[in-house]
């Protein structure tokens, strides 16, 4: 009787184990990482982004461009009124940087008591003369900037022009 329980108890391991390995599917949202024709157990492994999709195939993954990056630059306008020197730099990495170098331009240019006017980061500088005042102003665009100092420019004096524009502008590096 002893032998006839456990030959039953075999049978029926090898009967749940066949029919186990015989199914040889994985289950919704998996496949199989077993090489074909092989034997023995069956590996699953999850199927990329079904979760996403169930019961779909996985779209095609198209790769993301890298995110835009941007340096800024940096200008500045230093004045000497007695002498009326300008000096100038335009897209410089930091708004240090550009200061110094507009004053070094403006020393460059006779002038002995220069001073820094404006700085700007990623934009454009005009410098409007009138008979009498001058002034700097900033703004997204050339025109932006000249239309600011003109307004500015005019109610206080005669003959007023646009002496000087210039732009630094962010450059994109990636």
Known sequence: MKSNALFLFASLLLLLNGMVHAEGECPPGMFSTNPPGTQGPISCAPIPSY???????????????????????????????????????????????????????????????????????????????????????????????TNAGMKACTPASSNCHVYYTACSLPQRIQ
């Open 51 to 145: 979760a996403q999709n169930p019961g779909q195939q996985a779209p095609p993954q198209t790769p993301q461009p890298p995110p835009e990056r941007w340096q800024d630059h940096w200008g500045a306008i230093a004045t000497d009124a007695p002498s009326g020197s300008l000096g100038a730099s335009i897209n410089m990495a930091s708004a240090d940087s550009a200061e110094q170098a507009a004053l070094e331009d403006c020393h460059s240019k006779h002038g002995a008591s220069c001073k820094i006017q404006t700085s700007y980061r990623n934009q454009c500088a005009a410098m409007i003369l009138g008979d009498k005042v001058f002034n700097v102003h900033v703004g997204l665009t050339v025109a932006e900037a």
